[in-house]
């Protein structure tokens, strides 16, 4: 739970300096903050005095996506002194609940909120015997920014804006590098011609194509050759199976009267059924002298090796199909690194001119090896990684990749996101309350292309934009605000 003070005018200009000359009017108000598993309740109330009815604006944000709870069963109590005066909200709007409440004892105690079904979060406070004594008390835990930002709960819940604390974790070091997106070889099939001729696309291919699995791609016209005619293999075929059905055929007939071995029998069937298969294969794939060439799997044509009308020999690639689910990167790693290549233990990758990072566990993915000598044609050691393809990868393009290692210290480390940059120098927004910030400029190391390393300039357990900081500084660009500057809900 943290206090803060933020201001409310509403008085206008003209008469400011009249009223603070004869009376010293006090427009202080309570920020107290509480954190749940799930909820966020922030609460602006007058200071609290003994008798005299106060006002509690209450805002409950959802810590999984910080929208507002705006349907919810909410109550509060002032517990001081063993006695407690509960109060249910007089109104309710949009995430923001208000309460009016009456103090019964002076003291310290707790503001308790309570949300049905759901959590009971507790804010110390402090019940004072008269307004002047409440509202020094309040001014006297007031935070003193250089430059604090204003950020209502309204603006946060309209765009996309997260806060977390700031705690050690692990952080190891980082190779940054770039990979290069290859098919993987259990999702590729090349196709080869299974006869040499001339080659003719059966339909219009290009790369990129999507073709099913079966899908007629090209014919290779072997019978206008003189090597290896197909029409010519073809009646060889045939005559060779007709020869071994009748010899078949006569062997039985002998064998029943006992004229053959059953050895003799059996050699006749061998050699019929090698016929009718060899027979049978080339008038299915070669009818009328030509081969027909089908995609062996549904995906998608990522080379062409042939052109129309080209001379193929048999054997020769022709084209290549893809399913592209699952792909491999490879890293090339300077030498130096090699040491350290065992200790990997991750990697995060960003296509280049996006700013989208994923990380390995995202796309299900694994380091499959590394190298352990260069080549003869580079002095970088491979490094390959196998990732589902869930972030529309193209193969053949490169990426950044930031090659995690394991970590045996802790550090406090930041989201990219909190991190904004001026004039060189970068800054975060740490939360001073959940509508008032302090802009904090830090030192960064090392960046896993997720998290950054802050070197100095946040303390754990400071809370922290992690997502939206860049509506923060817009907010600010609208003029820094003092702790006393504040909104009227």
């Not at 609460?43 to 005095?49: F, G, M």
């Not at 061998?270 to 081969?291: D, H, I, P, S, V």
């Not at 802009?439 to 100095?456: F, M, N, P």
Request: hydrophobic share 40%; aromatic share 6%.
């Amino acid at each position: 739970m943290s206090v803060a003070v933020s201001g409310c005018h509403n008085h206008s200009h003209g008469d400011e300096h009249e009223h603070e000359h004869e009376g010293h009017v006090h427009d202080a108000t309570l920020a107290l903050t509480a954190y749940g598993a799930h909820v966020e309740a922030f609460a602006e109330v007058t200071p609290l005095v003994v008798g005299e009815e106060q006002h509690i604006a209450l805002h409950l944000t959802n810590l999984t996506d910080f929208k507002p709870i705006a349907e919810a069963t909410v109550n509060v109590s002032l517990n001081v002194g063993g006695k407690a005066v509960k109060a249910e909200p007089t109104e309710a709007e949009g995430g923001i609940y208000r309460f009016e409440l009456e103090p019964q004892t002076t003291g310290n105690g707790e503001l308790v909120v309570a949300i049905q079904g759901s959590e009971t979060l507790r804010m110390s406070v402090t019940v004072f015997d008269d307004e002047h004594e409440a509202h020094e008390a309040a001014e006297a835990v007031e935070h003193h920014a250089d430059v604090a930002v204003k950020f209502t709960k309204e603006q946060s819940w309209k765009v996309d804006f997260a806060t977390g604390e700031c705690r050690p974790e692990p952080f190891g070091g980082v190779i940054k590098t770039v990979g290069r997106i290859e098919p993987s070889p259990s999702d590729q099939r090349v196709i080869v011609a299974a006869a040499s001729g001339v080659l003719t696309y059966s339909r219009p291919v290009v790369e990129g194509q999507q073709v099913g699995a079966g899908t007629a791609l090209f014919s290779i016209d072997a019978s206008t050759t003189a090597d290896d005619n197909l029409s010519v293999r073809l009646s060889r075929a045939r005559s060779d199976y007709e020869f071994a059905l009748q010899n078949y055929e006569r062997k039985k007939t002998l064998a029943a009267d006992r004229i053959v071995s059953e050895a003799d029998l059996l050699e006749a069937r061998r050699t019929y059924e090698a016929a009718k298969a060899e027979y049978e294969a080339l008038q299915r794939n070669f009818a009328g002298g030509r081969q027909s060439v089908v995609s062996p799997i549904a995906g998608y044509i990522t080379a062409l090796y042939a052109g129309n009308g080209e001379y193929v020999e048999a054997g020769r690639q022709i084209a290549a199909v893809s399913q592209n689910r699952n792909l491999y990167i490879t890293a090339e790693i300077q030498p130096k690194y090699y040491d350290e290549l065992k200790n990997i233990v991750s990697a995060n990758l960003r296509r280049l001119n996006s700013d989208t990072v994923y990380s390995l566990a995202e796309l299900g993915g694994r380091m499959v090896s590394y190298g352990k000598s260069t080549s003869s044609g580079s002095a970088l050691v491979p490094v390959v990684f196998e990732v589902a393809n869930k972030a529309d990868l193209l193969p053949g393009s490169f990426v950044d990749m930031y090659i995690t290692l394991r970590s045996t210290t802790n550090c406090i480390a930041v989201p990219v996101d909190a991190v904004v940059e001026e004039m060189g120098n970068h800054f975060v927004f740490v939360q001073l309350t959940p509508e008032l910030f302090e802009k904090r400029e830090v030192t960064l190391g090392a960046t896993d292309g997720l998290r950054y390393q802050i070197v100095s300039g946040v303390k754990t357990g400071e809370r922290i934009v992690t997502r939206g900081a860049v509506m923060v500084k817009l907010a600010q660009a609208s003029g820094a605000l003092d702790a006393h500057s504040g909104h009227v809900h």
